[in-house]
């Protein structure tokens, strides 16, 4: 089979064509724009594989989507604007990318008679959660540029299906975390910062509750949806890790056996959700487990930063983190 990979050159892009091609006998073909949280050194591992093939294009350029796109079996549509922060100061861009661009995918894709297609979305279309977990058939209440322009393109992709009869599967998962992932996002932030000797930034009072998944676990639920999920649906993908930002900055002091000194906090940003959670359990009713404890998963985590300086610190100082 041969998978077509939106955003592969980014955190989870990439780490999924490693899942595939570790896991699978597919043909990979990722399509990145390369913008600033993308770029082919995430994926130097792999280059070399004969599965493996790239096009630089952006998902907005239908001709040259289309072109990249033709002889594939099935789309994995991770390509997104992704950064909250980044959402408030400039939304434009999120809803051209996140909102546009994926109707384009669609429309290539439902021309191209792609035989499935899963968008990879966010439980933070939910909103804040005050209490329990957010089923797939819950109302969407996005409070955020960024989840806003994400719940477009979740009513987008199963539009395609509703009225053309397009093959899509939507899939949201919570917080992920692992190797790759852009460091002005949290946890490489944190990381990084304190292999530098630098203090963590913690919004408000680091109450804020998020499920950390490591990018790994949510490959193999992505891998499973294509596999066995029914066209039409959604799957949440959470590891039923909800945990206190100020808790995630504790773990990971106690990691490099730092203090509180470490921790700077700082003015929370505007309509910052207070928690996320997720039921899973149409997703474990196709057979998936996660494999990595929240505290395995972030000392390995920290061990992938402290030996792959050569790929983030170039990106930190491009960014003036």
């Known amino acids: 089979m041969k998978q077509f990979v939106t955003g592969g050159a980014g955190f989870i892009g990439s780490n999924y064509v490693r899942w595939v091609l570790a896991n699978t ?44 796109m033709a002889g594939h079996d099935v789309v994995v549509h991770f390509a997104a604007e992704s950064h909250v922060d980044r959402s408030i100061a400039g939304p434009d861009e999120f809803v051209r990318t996140n909102c546009f661009g994926t109707n384009v995918v669609m429309d290539v894709a439902r021309r191209l ?12 279309v939910y909103g804040s959660v005050e209490e329990g977990s957010s089923l797939e058939t819950d109302r969407l ?3 955020s540029p960024y989840s806003a322009s994400k719940a477009g393109s979740d009513l987008i992709a199963l539009a395609y299906h509703t009225t053309y009869g397009l093959p899509v599967i939507v899939t949201r998962c919570t917080n992920n975390f692992g190797p790759y992932q852009y460091p002005e996002k949290a946890l490489p932030l944190f990381t990084t910062n304190l292999i530098e000797g630098k203090n963590i930034p913690l919004y408000g009072d680091g109450l804020n509750q998020r499920d950390w998944l490591y990018v790994e676990d949510h490959c193999a639920a992505v891998g499973l949806v294509l596999e066995k999920g029914e ?10 890790n909800e945990t206190p930002n100020r808790v995630l900055v504790d773990k990971l002091l106690a ?64 960014a003036g983190l």
């Open 141 to 143: 209440e996005p409070r």
């Open 113 to 124: 008679e792609v035989s499935r297609v899963i968008h990879i979305g966010t439980d933070e």
């Open 231 to 240: 066209v039409g649906e959604i799957y949440n993908i959470g590891a039923g």
């Open 25 to 68: 006998d597919d043909e990979v073909t990722v399509y990145d724009a390369l913008t600033y949280a993308g770029n082919l050194s995430t994926l130097r591992d792999v280059e070399d594989d004969p599965r493996f093939s790239f096009v630089k294009g952006d998902i907005c350029d239908r001709t040259t989507l289309e072109e990249a």
């Open 255 to 318: 990691i490099f056996g730092v203090g509180e000194e470490r921790v700077d906090y700082v003015p929370d940003r505007p309509g910052h959700d207070r928690r996320y959670s997720v039921n899973i359990d149409k997703v474990t009713a196709l057979g998936w487990r996660k494999k990595h404890t929240l505290d395995e998963a972030l000392e390995a985590t920290v061990e992938w930063y402290r030996n792959n300086e050569w790929w983030w610190r170039p990106l930190k100082e491009r």
